[in-house]
């Protein structure tokens, strides 16, 4: 007789495969107790984050009673609508706003479509200089905004572009261009350039490569991009504040200048900075699908 060994079932068989692999792979990350600490950390700072802007928005449906008290409640007591009537009946408040949305708008969409023909011949395109160029645009970001008023200052005085919306628009497109072209080389950067020889290939010339390749790749680059400069050009208010007078100002200039005859009013102007982020959250919620992909998809080149 010949001594036979049994077969292991399959159900055995999985197990012991199961068992091997278990045991030849090792983990790597945080204990417990480090993935407990980091969350606990995130919460904490969350809160510390968030909390000023509770308390704009607590401050702003409080009435005057409840603001200037020795022990600050966390809730309105009695909450009104009064500051914000009074911050919209407030002298050029409306078209403070009005002001900066029309230069926001327009230095966004002109530093997009400048900062990206720039980007996409810097990133597509070898010519004498290139490197010298992307170190300038670079080097751009390091100048301090306070150090470049009196000249822009003047050079606008020149032109005769001094207290008007069409300079202070021109002004801020300076300000976010560079960031623009530098990023969005980058997402550039990331097309392979077989799309390019392909569609030429095809039979598509230069602008048809570009109208039908390279732009719609890049659109969630634009998008994310556009964030950064719409909420630069909105909230700044040092530039437009020296350059224009009160009726040419955008709303960060006013809410810096709102003041009453008996000292700054609270109430109201916490109503004023909470509509005046209004737009920029309108425009974050519109766009925000395209937000998380414009920010990875220049991360890594293809």
């Known amino acids: ?36 600490l980091a969350n606990a950390f995130g919460i904490v700072f969350a809160l510390v984050m ?11 449906f409080k009435p005057s009673n409840e603001i200037l008290v020795f022990d600050p409640t966390f809730f309105p007591h009695h909450p009104t609508l009064a500051n914000f009537e009074s911050a919209l009946k407030a002298p050029l408040f409306l078209q403070d706003m009005a002001n900066g949305l029309i230069i926001t708008v327009v230095a966004v969409a002109a530093a997009l479509v400048v900062g990206f023909l720039a980007a996409l011949a810097v990133a597509r395109f070898r010519f004498y200089g290139r490197k010298a160029l992307i170190l300038v645009i670079l080097s751009v970001q390091l100048v301090p905004l306070i150090a470049l008023i009196i000249p822009l200052f003047l050079e606008l005085q020149g032109w ?30 990331g097309i392979p350039r077989e799309l390019d020889e ?58 810096a200048q709102f003041q009453t005859t008996h000292g700054t009013a609270w109430g109201p102007l916490m109503a004023g900075a909470t509509i005046s982020s209004i737009p920029v959250v309108i425009f974050f919620l519109v766009i925000q699908r395209n937000i998380a992909t414009g920010l990875t998809a220049g991360a890594v080149k293809g």
Do not use: H
Request: glycine share 6%.
């Open 1 to 36: 007789m010949v001594a036979t060994t049994p077969t292991p079932t399959p159900l055995r068989a999985r197990r012991r495969r199961r068992a091997a692999s278990s045991d030849s792979v090792v983990t790597v990350g945080r204990s417990r107790t480090g993935t407990i």
């Open 50 to 60: 968030i909390f000023p802007v509770y308390w704009v928005l607590n401050t702003a």
């Open 160 to 189: 005769g572009l001094t207290n008007s919306l069409v300079g202070a628009s021109l002004v801020y497109l300076v300000l976010i261009l560079p960031y623009t072209v530098w990023t969005l080389r980058g997402f550039i950067s």
């Open 198 to 255: 392909a569609a030429l290939i095809d039979g598509c010339n230069r602008f048809q490569t570009f109208w039908r390749i390279i732009l719609p790749l890049t659109g969630p680059g634009l998008v994310a991009t556009s964030v950064y400069g719409f909420i630069q050009a909105w909230n700044e208010y040092i530039i437009i504040n020296t350059l224009n007078q009160q009726d040419k100002q955008n709303s960060m200039a006013w809410l």
